[in-house]
């Protein structure tokens, strides 16, 4: 599977989940896990109602048939089955007939793009309402409207995937996804997709470390995993939040709340030698399940990789963020760079150097040109040289690619011939 | 009493004491204090002449009626009376004829300055003299001179003021500034008013620190202080020295010796939120009072917030350091900044998130918006994220302040709403 | 001896070098060492072929008599005598008539310099060549030559150069060039003679530190001293490796590998109060013989203090590396650098203030002006305040020079005084 194909792949199953009503509840996710479960061995776990996790509480379970907004001539002038958006989500059942003023007290609308529809949720206060282009509000008249929205909000279960990849230590990276969105591409169907590509390609070839994948609803579904799984904690070395993989955008980076950790500095090591423009982020205690993972009882290593970050393009939580802002060579060089921060954790290892007085003849040992006086060595010997002279024990490579300025890549590669001749040796 | 108001009031208090002749002891200091009086209870001390003070000795005691210049004509071209300035301050009494040559060795002028009188001080060698606008001395004819200055230097007292404000704990915050200059404003009558109306404003409501103000001659006045107080300097936890707050330049922070210590970020955090520009200086042990209470023995953490430092502003030391340079809105702009430090010193507290595991349910408390899919939290809200999750015991609220870019007011806000529901404890 | 006197005199000590044939061994070598046994008084080694050092054998000894290259009519259209750089250092001896195509096997030139011979060597792998210009390479017909090397190789000795000037302790600093280079005057004729008159300057007066001068040939030189001097090595408090010296570029100190040592500092002191551009760069394990004395089993405290480096100017490892590149000035200029960081290590001690609590009165001990008022204190009283407040036993002077931006030399100077009336005391 190449990158470029592995592009397309994602793009298209995203497309197949894009037209799916998810909530942080309902058959919606668990339909959305059951597509994803065709590429990854997902586990699916069920949390009933009222369930206590941490300082919240499970919710009850939404789903939603159908829904509308009819003026008095018959006519549905908003309609559900053209847009999942249309709804505020979680929204509690409704039939009735209504004024226009009342109406307008249930309406959303963003003024400032009159075509596109607001994606709104009210998770935790029972409330109804539609969300519709401004253009459409604004040419609402008086009229008796019929407002219907079929939906069930009941007792029920909160639903998340789960899919660890077991590795040759007990030691684990994260990888964690809301998957809660509806219509949503961007933000976060391109998350999802790239999780899943990820974990196929990971599950290909021998691992150091376990990866545990997690599809869940935002807030409610990482603090219940975390609620119940508090044991797993302490085994998880690094993370990363993956939500909007796929937009034009450039890479952006935002650090655990460590600051300094591994996964920083291995994202950072990446971005920098990506030879594309990127942004690195302190960590603030806002944005995605980065929040829960990096509280202060949890305080995980755990970043954010995105492109552009929520709430930074115009399209971000609007119908605008389609499949027409998401497009394969955005989620292809995503899941590239996630792949490359994976390698640099994979072999981010200290090495010492066994000959360490004076430089070893490496000429001799056929790693060296034997022609003296050119102005300056190679790439390849400059590796060398490098990895020899940290590998004091307390360098790591990524801290001699760091010092060097060289690709990790090209220092792993070195570690290995010298590995090779018996010049270095794991510590 | 409004910070407009306090302005005027401050103006008008220095507009009282500007034609005192003070000096680094003598009666003229005793009478600025009697007017400070007025205002705050400051307590009158005097320290007899020989008293030995760390490694220097309380100079003769110095008072001055008049002192003229009058020519063969005897027409007063020089006069006291007109500006205290006029004499080499701490000059010895003289009362002789002298030719224009001999006169010239005692005159002080400034040559790039032509109408400007200098100030300039002899106090720890005997000597006479008089300054005069360099227009003044240019135009002197061979004449014979009558030179008089009716001063005493002999033993008696040197005189600071002290007013010790009590607090909730022995911790004390020192305010210090020079008061021995004659008719200067900026420096550093604008200090003396600031630091009453900063005693006045502190005094109106509990406080958490003591605070210690010495109106105190620059020097010898700090020695003398540190040479009899030594026992009460490890209650010293900040400190400011007060002077040339009155002139329309920017804020100017001169960091004390230590560099990095909470006064230091305090004063740093409130000239960041101002809106106004500023500058920041590195500690040197040279300038005012700092200078003592940075010695390496005592090492105090005491800065200087200053607006232009001395120095740094032609009128500096001048006769134009007047009542037009120093203006009512510049020592309000002033007293506002002094406030708003000792608030943050007041409340910079560090405390423990109860619910450290993930975020707590903010919503179900009220403290928290309930409809999602906004772009943004408010700032109300970041505040409160950002305490929530560095009130780990390590983090005081300045600290999340310079973590977080929000102002302090704001965190300790938030602190305060979320102390009030139980979810964060002072630790 | 003034500073423009020793540039002309290490110009002319350079020009009577430069003619030698040196390499890494052979008599070459031995020559350049007896020329310079003329200023101080340096231990000729020799280190038998065969010999390990460390991971390396010492090799066999090169010597040449003569080289050229005939073409068919008899005409020496390359000669060794003209330049020593036109043969492949450590060229086998050979004598044959050949083909053009095959003598093109064994010639080097530089395309973009067509008008320069390059200077390349092939010390552990045998081979034989000639150095060419382009020019002469792409005018050669088809004929047959003769090309004659008239050298050998074989079991001899390795050289080098020792000077051990004794200090008051034991602590040493090492002053290391690479004396192997034939003809090229910038590297590293301009080290050798700058390493010559620094010894003779510094053996003038007394000396806290002892000073050890190596003259030895590049890696497999500082290898042998290494591997014979393991017991030594402790005493190396601070080194610096001489090489390109003598060139118009700017100043560029390369630190050692620790990267924040007293000599990198002292070194970066120097330049930065030069009043001339410099380069600072961090240590990479490339470059000359700090390469082994850096190496991470040794990790000494050695960096590099050039002019251009090593690659980065054209004329670099050519036959323009010459008597024009180099001149007195650049020389005289390099060597008062020198100077000048020795005296900073020499005199960089930590003192402590006697009278720590509050300033000493400098003015009753003659060290103050007695005028008051004045805006600013001058340079040496700055000085004095700077040595006073931070003399608390934990700022050397070179820490307070960091501090307060004053030339090492002036706070020497300010210590000196306040050393001799007992206010500071070496601690």
Redesign the interface.
């Known amino acids: 599977m190449s990158i470029n194909n592995a592009g397309l792949l994602m793009y298209d199953l995203m497309s197949e989940l894009y037209p799916i009503c998810r909530s942080i509840t309902g058959d919606g996710f668990r339909e959305s896990l059951k597509i994803l479960q065709r590429e990854i061995p997902i586990e699916i776990h069920e949390v009933p109602t009222g369930t206590q ?4 509480t499970v919710p009850n379970e939404w789903n939603i048939r159908d829904a509308y907004i009819k003026n008095s001539a018959g006519d549905k002038i908003v309609d559900f089955k053209q847009s999942n958006l249309h709804v505020l ?1 979680y929204s509690t059942p409704i039939h009735e007939k209504i004024s226009l003023a009342e109406l307008k007290q249930h309406l959303f609308s963003i003024p400032e793009q009159p075509n596109w529809i ?8 029972e ?1 109804w309402g539609f969300c519709v282009t401004h253009r459409l509000l604004e040419s609402l008249a008086e009229d008796e409207y019929e407002v219907c929205i079929d939906s069930t909000l009941q007792a029920g279960h909160l639903t998340y995937g789960e899919y660890f990849l077991p590795g040759e230590t007990a030691d684990e990276i994260l990888i964690s996804c809301h998957s809660c969105h509806p219509s949503l591409c961007n933000d976060n169907l391109s998350g999802m997709v790239l999780a899943t590509f990820l974990a196929k390609s990971l599950q290909a070839a021998p691992r150091r470390y376990a990866y545990r994948f997690l599809f869940i609803p935002g ?1 409610i579904g ?2 219940t995993w ?2 119940r799984n ?1 044991d797993k904690v302490q085994n998880i070395k690094h993370g990363l939040v993956v939500a909007c993989v796929g937009d034009p955008g450039k890479s952006t980076y935002k650090k655990c ?1 460590r600051g300094n950790a591994e996964i920083d500095r291995a994202v950072i090591h990446v971005l920098q030698h990506s030879g594309q423009a990127f942004e690195i982020q ?1 960590f ?3 944005g995605y399940d980065e ?2 993972y ?6 995980l290593p755990v970043g954010s990789l995105t492109r552009t970050p929520h ?1 930074r393009y115009p399209e ?2 609007t119908s605008a963020d389609n499949l027409d802002l998401v497009q394969p060579e955005y989620l292809a060089d995503s899941l590239s760079k996630y792949l490359a921060v994976m390698d640099v954790l994979e072999h981010n290892k200290k090495f010492l ?1 066994t ?7 490496l ?2 040992r056929g790693l060296y040109s ?8 190679n790439q390849y010997e ?1 590796a060398m ?2 990895v ?5 024990g307390e360098h790591s490579l990524l801290d001699i690619a760091d ?2 300025g060289i690709a990790f890549s090209a220092l792993r590669e070195a570690a290995k011939a010298l590995s090779d001749c018996g010049l270095l040796i794991e510590t």
């Open positions: 996790v941490l300082d919240w989500n607001p994606y709104r949720t009210s998770y935790y206060r409330n807030t990482s603090l975390l609620s508090e709340r302190e603030s205690p806002y929040r829960q990096c509280s202060p009882g949890f305080n709430g971000y939580h150097n000959n360490p007085k004076g430089e070893p003849q000429g001799r034997a022609l003296g006086g050119r102005k300056d060595s400059m040289l490098w020899l002279n940290f590998s004091d010092k060097s």
